[in-house]
């Protein structure tokens, strides 16, 4: 039995590395640098551009003395087809499609500029594994649902146009897994957004994005960290021609191909009477002396100081769209991309995000994470620590005395929260 014990942790330490190589190997020939490849300066300049035979490419020429070479800011070194056909070509692949029918819908999208045959892709799916994990969950997810009903799409216009995508069958397979069974409820909620989100909310409603007024952050703690949404995003953004389809893209490729992403741009309200009982009845301190204000609206939706008068002067809705929506290791982890996110702080916000959430379906505020990330930055915290405020409790402390008698002796002790 020791023999055996061993020869499983020594397979396993193997694959764990051969993974690590693969990823490593992946990275190398996906530089994200805006350098000199040569040299590493930073001081080049424009320099024509290139005709390949499926796409137009920006040159650049290195000014660094000694150096002055020519070269290419290629997102994916040694391929002939475009980053966005490769994009597209493993996200239809992934969600259902063979590998024939992908590359008849690439070339019905992009002509000229698709692969012709199936190797190029199947090559493209291979070489990418490291990177998509939702590859070990396809096998069973196309037994579940046909490619068609896979992912279901939502527009909504709620003051502006939002796509709601829906992954079925990674959500049926997550609650699958010991540590996420419980979240059916999330589930539920999620099957109904198409049939019963109440749309005129979203018209009436202030935004939570808008909100102003800060949270109590004493006890909560930020926590700075390498992801793969990270990884996502570097490859991702690259294709991306204008700023404005930066957050679709990603949603659209992280919905599809990574194993944890089960919803984008999900419709979240919370009422005034959910945030006077999660108040008065949780004893969340969720509104501050200074009340709710809103971005360009001076004082509006401020609430009263006096305990007794708390919901007095709240907005009647605050309303929402989680940009991501993972489950993943027992949590449920609310995800917000941020370009420049090392300079953003979207506590407030994301906080709001996961009290709405936790009431409408059900779910502890325990269970959720919030996070925002760009492709270099991830930080994450936990918005219970931001709501939830220790009280002082009564430690009895007992003193013996010399005749045998015993008394207790309160002590003020004032715990805290620490993200390990």
């Known amino acids: 039995m ?25 990275r190398a020939a996906m530089s994200t640098e805006t350098v000199c490849p040569y040299c590493n300066s930073n001081n080049f300049v424009r320099r024509g551009t290139r005709k390949k035979k499926h796409e137009v490419v920006q040159l650049y020429m290195c000014r660094a003395e ?19 056909v490769i994009i597209e070509g493993i996200s239809y692949y992934n969600l259902g499609l063979s590998l024939e ?18 190797s190029a892709l199947g090559s493209w799916v291979e070489q990418y594994k490291p990177l998509c994990r939702y590859e070990r969950m396809r096998p069973y997810a196309v037994k579940l649902l046909p ?23 990674k959500m049926f397979l997550s609650l699958e897994e010991f540590k996420n069974r419980r979240f059916d409820r999330l ?20 935004r939570m994005s808008e909100i102003r007024s800060t949270f109590d952050k004493a006890d909560m703690i930020v926590k700075s960290k390498h992801n793969f949404a990270n990884e996502l995003a570097a490859f991702v953004l690259p294709s991306v021609e204008r700023n404005i389809e930066r957050h679709e893209a990603i949603q659209r490729f ?20 959910d945030i006077e009982h999660l108040q008065n009845e949780l004893r969340f301190k969720v509104v501050g002396e200074d009340g709710i204000t809103f971005k360009g609206k001076k004082g509006k939706g401020s609430a009263g100081k006096a305990r007794g008068n708390v919901g007095s002067g709240l907005p009647k809705l605050l309303t929402g769209h989680v940009d991501l929506l993972q489950v993943r290791n027992g949590m449920i ?22 009290l709405a959430l936790s009431r409408l379906t059900g779910l502890r505020l325990f269970e959720f ?44 002790d004032i715990g805290k929260l620490v993200i390990v």
């Open 2 to 26: 020791v023999y055996l014990s061993k020869r499983k942790s020594i397979e396993k330490g193997i694959a764990d590395a051969a993974q690590v190589e693969a990823q490593s190997r992946l």
């Open 66 to 84: 000694g150096c002055g070479r020519t070269f290419t800011s290629e997102r994916v070194k040694g391929k002939r087809y475009p980053l966005k």
């Open 101 to 118: 029918q992908t590359v008849k819908l690439l070339q019905k999208k992009f002509g000229e500029q698709a692969p012709q045959t199936t």
């Open 147 to 169: 490619p068609a009903e896979m992912v279901e799409v939502v527009s909504m216009a709620h003051r502006q146009l939002y796509r709601f995508r829906y992954h079925r069958a």
């Open 187 to 206: 589930k539920q909620y999620l099957d109904a957004v198409s049939s019963e989100t109440p749309h005129q909310y979203f018209a009436d409603g202030e």
């Open 254 to 273: 992280m919905l599809a191909n990574d194993s944890v992403t089960v919803a984008t741009e999900v419709p979240v309200y919370i009422r005034r009477e």
């Open 333 to 354: 982890h609310i995800l917000d991309y941020k370009p420049n996110a090392a300079k953003e702080k979207p506590i407030e916000q994301l906080t709001w995000y996961a």
């Open 369 to 412: 994470k919030c996070a925002w990330f760009d492709d270099k930055d991830y930080y994450e915290f936990y918005p219970l620590h931001v709501v939830k405020k220790l009280q002082p409790r009564k430690r009895a402390r007992k003193v013996h005395y010399r005749d045998g008698s015993v008394a207790t002796v309160p002590q003020e």
